[in-house]
């Protein structure tokens, strides 16, 4: 196992990012639910869903780079 260094700011406010993204995906979950109710796949609602709950859980996604964030965005 590798152990990475970081200040403590930059490791702040990497918890900061993660916890927007955690209300972020929660809120898009709740709006698109309630916009667009009859016209989503239910499977997408599920995918946000998991996502989310693996998000409070803990639990991340890896990216190398931006292109990847990309890739992950427009998958969904």
């Given at each position: ?18 916890a ?24 997408y ?5 998991r ?10 996604v ?7 964030i ?7």
């Amino acid at each position: 196992m590798n152990t990475v260094t970081l200040p403590k700011n930059q490791y702040v406010n990497i918890l900061n990012t993660q916890a927007k993204l955690r209300g972020d995906l929660t809120r898009l979950e709740k709006i698109v639910s309630i916009i667009a109710q009859d016209e989503l796949n239910p499977k997408y609602i599920t995918k946000l869903s998991r996502i989310e709950r693996g998000i409070s859980a803990g639990k991340g996604v890896k990216f190398k780079n931006r292109s990847e964030i990309k890739k992950f965005f427009h998958s969904l």
